[in-house]
């Protein structure tokens, strides 16, 4: 799996990211480095505020980096003009935390799928070759494209927007995919349904996930490679069975300690 | 859509507001159907006619059927209304003169004051004190009392065209009547004229229509400008932003109305016309709108969907255009909404300064205050004059407020009682 011979898709090389000026001086990112290699699934495990949201942002371009420079496919990311942010991200895509603030609530289920198709290069495909796919992309998240047609996503629920969000990746088949804490708003139920899908677009799809959490047994669960983050700095990372198993960190073993585990007392002195 | 129109019309002040807004429009649009005469013709020769119905006095006399009807009271009236105020002062101050107590008078009583001035008055009598002229006006009051109380006919002579000799061609008794339906001569002028002598109701309804255009035009202007400085600033922020609220900042430090009445100025009065002023106006009032978007697109921006659409390879364009505008619509009508009533507002407060559109072609709410203020309708009582155009501007600013309000209520559900 950890394999370095694989080719690397992305990289950060002392990436930090600070808000504001002053007294009002946030330094959300510190000194991050990080490099996923083709078809491993990465976890990035912090708290809340520790900048895990900041980072999955600055990875995906939709915010800049203070210092540092990110690499994708070898070559130093270009996302300047429309054109190039355009490219970029036919490359890279992202799963949101919240379904329900990440749809508008003026567009419906069909458009958003269709800008998919449209973005990557179907807008003259005839008619019902486009809704085929929307078909198979549905089919591939459980949902019927039939029902959803002519709906608003506010419509459908949280565990069905969610979904609707992973067949637009399917339907976008990025190389790598962000996921920013994709189970955190749904029941137990659906988050089971939500990483088997993940799991069957990196199986299938050859894609390259972050996985972006704060649940470390989930990150151990699904990941290749975590990366603990506290206060915005990478404390710990590598392969999953060595840092979860054997964590050096104590920020990683207080993390461990908050997973609650069936049939064992919880120590709360330490949470 | 539907939701949101049944819970904007479920709110009472919206509906209250919208119900006066369409009165007054639809009383812009269908008062000119009916009554077609120019708004600005000068129809009466003198200023100032009273609020009434005006019979056409020639029509009454000449070529209309008459009645005779015997009723108790006409006499009476004729004479209460004929006996004027001044006349009634005089009588009693010859009265007084003459030993009658004070108290004894009561000058509204009609038929009392006559009674007593017959029994009294002595136009031989000489009272200490009084001059000649005096006495003789009085001897000349009386004879106009016993001219009033005349029942004898009034002949109505016309000149012969061949002899030249007036001829007494009819008479006209106390007790002839004309029905007013018959007279074909007759005009109801509910708010009188104004200063010119122009029917003031016509007037005030073209005067409503363009000074609510003037409000269209201004609020449009604005709001687009304010729109589009606060979606660009908004969303590109960085040096644009800066640039933007820089130019805000300066307009907003400056008055908007001082630098409207220098504008204005110095365009001229031969130049403004109403559609100029209503430009200038938007063009003065756009800074609060500007800002209020701009704080609203910068709370969006960050928004998942906008990241979203960012993602899905959308333009800013089109993310302001369909991920920003919908979600601040609701916002931007209300400020529109307040933008006209501030419109009309701002035109009425350059009219009364002299500086509004000119004169000559059309009527603004703000210009007939500016006439009736010249001519010293507040002066000299003639309330029909501009009580009516305070009263409309007051409504329509009440209602579009109103309007607003409920807006606010639908949108902002936290502001719900």
Redesign the interface.
């Known amino acids: 799996m950890n394999n370095n011979k694989q080719e690397i898709y992305l990289s950060a090389r002392n990436v930090t990211k600070i808000f504001g000026m002053g007294n009002t001086r946030t330094v959300a990112v510190d000194d991050v480095n990080l490099n996923l290699r083709k078809g491993e699934v990465i976890s990035i495990v912090g708290e809340s505020g520790s900048g895990k949201t900041t980072l999955a942002k600055i990875l995906l371009g939709l915010i800049n980096e203070t210092e540092g420079e990110i690499y994708f496919q070898g070559e130093k990311r270009k996302i300047r003009t429309q054109g190039q942010k355009r490219e970029y991200w036919r490359n890279i895509q992202a799963i949101f935390q919240d379904p329900f603030s990440s749809f508008n609530i003026f567009n419906k289920i069909d458009s958003v799928l269709l800008d998919c198709i449209n973005m990557r290069g179907g807008r003259r495909l005839p008619k019902a070759e486009k809704v085929a796919m929307m078909t198979e992309a549905c089919s591939f998240v459980n949902l019927k494209f039939e029902e959803l047609t002519n709906k608003y996503p506010f419509e459908l629920s949280g565990g069905q927007q969610q979904r609707l969000m992973i067949a637009r990746v399917f339907l976008l088949k990025p190389k790598i995919l962000v996921a920013d804490e994709p189970t955190s708003m749904i029941d137990a139920c659906s988050r089971a349904t939500i990483l088997d899908m993940l799991m069957q677009l990196r199986d299938e799809e050859g894609m390259t996930v972050i996985f972006i959490t704060h649940d470390i047994g989930l990150a151990y669960y699904v990941s290749d490679n975590v990366y603990i983050m506290e206060h915005g700095r990478f404390v710990e990372g590598g392969p999953a069975e060595d840092v979860i198993i054997h964590p050096q960190h104590d920020y990683t073993k207080r993390l461990l300690n908050d997973v609650p585990k069936i049939y064992e007392e919880w120590d709360l002195s330490t949470v | 859509m539907t939701y949101l129109l049944r819970e904007i019309f479920r709110s009472g002040k919206f509906v209250v507001g919208f119900w006066i807004f369409a009165a007054i429009l639809l009383t812009v649009v269908i008062y000119p159907l009916l009554v077609p005469d120019p708004p600005l013709a000068i129809i009466g020769r003198g200023t100032f006619f009273p609020p009434g119905i005006y019979v056409n006095g020639y029509d009454a006399v000449s070529g209309t059927p008459r009645y005779t009807l015997n009723i108790r009271d006409a006499e009476d009236k004729r004479i209460e209304g004929k006996l004027t105020a001044d006349d009634r002062a005089a009588m009693q101050e010859w009265l007084v003169a003459a030993g009658t107590p004070e108290a004894e008078i009561n000058i509204e009583d009609t038929q009392a004051l006559l009674d007593t001035w017959f029994a009294t008055f002595d136009p031989a009598l000489r009272l200490p004190g009084m001059t000649n002229a005096q006495r003789n006006y009085f001897i000349r009051l009386n004879g106009s009392i016993q001219n009033l109380l005349s029942t004898d006919d009034i002949i109505i002579a016309a000149e012969n065209p061949e002899s030249g000799e007036m001829e007494e061609i009819d008479t006209l008794p106390p007790s002839a009547y004309v029905n007013v339906n018959q007279v074909p001569n007759v005009r109801v002028l509910p708010l009188g004229t104004d200063n010119f002598g122009r029917d003031v109701l016509t007037e005030l309804v073209a005067a409503t229509r363009i000074s609510l255009q003037i409000g269209f035009v201004a609020g449009f202007v604005a709001t687009l400008i304010g729109l589009v400085l606060g979606l660009v600033s908004g969303y590109v922020g960085g040096w644009v932003d800066d640039v933007i609220m820089f130019i805000t900042n300066l307009f907003t430090v400056i008055p908007s109305f001082v630098l409207l009445i220098l504008i204005s100025f110095s365009i001229g009065q031969e130049n403004r016309g109403a559609f100029l002023i209503a430009t200038v106006i938007g063009l003065t009032s756009w800074v609060w709108t500007a800002r209020a978007v701009r704080s609203q697109v910068i709370s969006l921006r960050n928004?998942?969907?906008v990241?979203?659409?960012?993602?899905?390879?959308?333009?800013?364009f089109h993310i302001i255009l369909?991920?920003i505008l919908?979600?601040i619509a609701s916002y931007v009508v209300m400020a529109f909404i307040l933008q006209i009533s501030s419109g009309i507002l701002a035109e009425a407060g350059l009219s009364i300064l002299g500086l509004g559109p000119r004169t000559t072609e059309v009527p603004t709410l703000g210009l007939m205050m500016n006439w009736a203020m010249i001519y010293q309708a507040h002066i000299l009582n003639k309330w029909w004059a501009y009580f009516p155009v305070i009263l409309a501007i007051a409504l329509i600013t009440f209602s579009m407020n109103l309007m607003n309000t409920g807006l606010d209520q639908v949108f902002n559900p936290a502001l719900r009682e």
């Open positions: 928004r998942d969907h990241n979203l659409s960012k993602l899905s390879g959308h333009s800013i369909r991920d919908p979600y």
